[in-house]
């Protein structure tokens, strides 16, 4: 496979659920990151990870925990979710921070 | 702060038409780069260029041009001879220098119709 991939491109989940997104690039890049895309709303920037640190969380709640075991990978777990979080969430890379971004195709989270 | 408006929330032209989205940014820093970036309906933004503050040359690939201008803090970007698989929403972005975050614009759809 090649440029950057999510999993699952869908998913549905109750408020008590727990569920995670997962997002792997084939790139060889070293900065990962998280994005929100709302109906009628900017894509939001929620996590940053470079070298597989964090170096940006920006005020999201807790409820959403990430995770980048290497530099390929980037989860986002998800746990007691409310119907506003549903969104497309973006997974991007590059190849250091601030470069141009490469993302995947979203995860469309619907939360009953 | 840096802010990102394009103010044509939609467009829709015929095809064969030429079309430009506009994007107007803020920002203090002197050293600053520009992005558009293109989210056909399958979701997935796709890269299509990227700026820096001191090049202010025109560029061309193909069908698609942009015009920066600094002077009107504009980076505007056009489609010549649009096509339907043109359609789609489009993304200006702006990172300074020394930044790792991106501040998107809310986006102009495009609508090309047959």
């Known amino acids: 496979e090649t440029g950057v991939t999510q999993t699952p491109r869908h998913l549905v989940m109750g408020m008590t659920n727990k569920k995670s997104l997962k997002c792997e690039q084939h790139?060889?890049?070293?900065?990962m990151y998280w994005y929100k895309q709302s109906a009628k709303k900017p894509l939001e920037l929620m996590f940053v990870y470079s070298l597989e640190e964090r170096v940006e969380n920006n005020s999201v709640p807790s409820r959403f925990s990430p995770e980048c075991p290497n530099s390929s990978h980037l989860f986002l777990h998800l746990h007691t979710l409310q119907p506003e979080d549903s969104a497309l969430y973006l997974c991007a890379s590059s190849p250091s921070l601030g470069d141009e971004q490469f993302f995947g195709p979203g995860t469309r989270l619907t939360v009953l | 702060a840096q802010k990102v408006t394009q103010a044509q929330t939609e467009i829709s032209v015929v095809e064969k038409e030429d079309v430009t989205l506009d994007c107007v940014y803020e920002?203090?820093?002197?050293?600053?780069?520009l992005f558009w970036y293109k989210q056909p309906p399958s979701g997935e933004l796709v890269f299509l260029i990227r700026r820096n503050s001191f090049d202010e040359q025109n560029e061309i690939s193909g069908r698609y041009s942009w015009n920066f201008q600094k002077s009107t803090s504009s980076f505007n970007f056009t489609i010549t001879a649009s096509q339907v698989v043109d359609s789609a929403v489009y993304f200006c972005?702006?990172?300074?220098?020394?930044?790792?975050?991106?501040?998107f614009g809310p986006g102009t759809r495009l609508s090309v119709l047959p």
């Open positions: 972005a702006l990172r300074v220098n020394y930044g790792q975050n991106f501040v």
């Open positions: 920002t203090r820093d002197t050293t600053y780069y």
């Open positions: 790139l060889g890049h070293n900065a």
